[in-house]
């Protein structure tokens, strides 16, 4: 009868890639997607506060900071940024600067701002002054 160890190999290499890789997702980007609402009559003063978040978060190293705003509930919000690294989006968020943006739209508010962190995410993104222009038919 023959010996198979197949199993304890492959998880042996899987372990080897892993602790290889490890150390190259300790320097991947830092995604992060923010969800707010606006009390309604706030909107417009809501919009200006997060472009003034936006200007701070580019002039900070941001690579990218998109402020999406709901189609249906212009009240809602979704702010899609991507960092460099996460010690770049920790020294955004500690920054003087932003604090006082982050008090600016506390006021404007209907709920608390609602932050996903993450990274590992594969693929990429184009740079904001290279987007494409819009399809318009005719």
Known sequence: MRETRTPFTFLLVVALLVAVAVPAWA???????VY??????????GSRVLADLTSQALASGAVRFDVLQQ??????????????????????LNSSITQAIFVQL?????????????NFIAGSVTPRDSHAAPVRSS
């Open 36 to 45: 707010g609402e606006f009390k309604p009559a706030n909107t417009k003063a």
């Open 71 to 92: 189609v249906d509930r212009p009240n809602f919000f979704a702010l899609f940024e991507i960092w460099s690294s996460q010690q770049a989006y920790g020294a955004f």
């Open 106 to 118: 506390a006021a404007l508010q209907q709920a608390p701002l609602d932050e996903r962190d993450g």
């Open 27 to 33: 320097d991947t980007q830092q995604y992060v997607v």
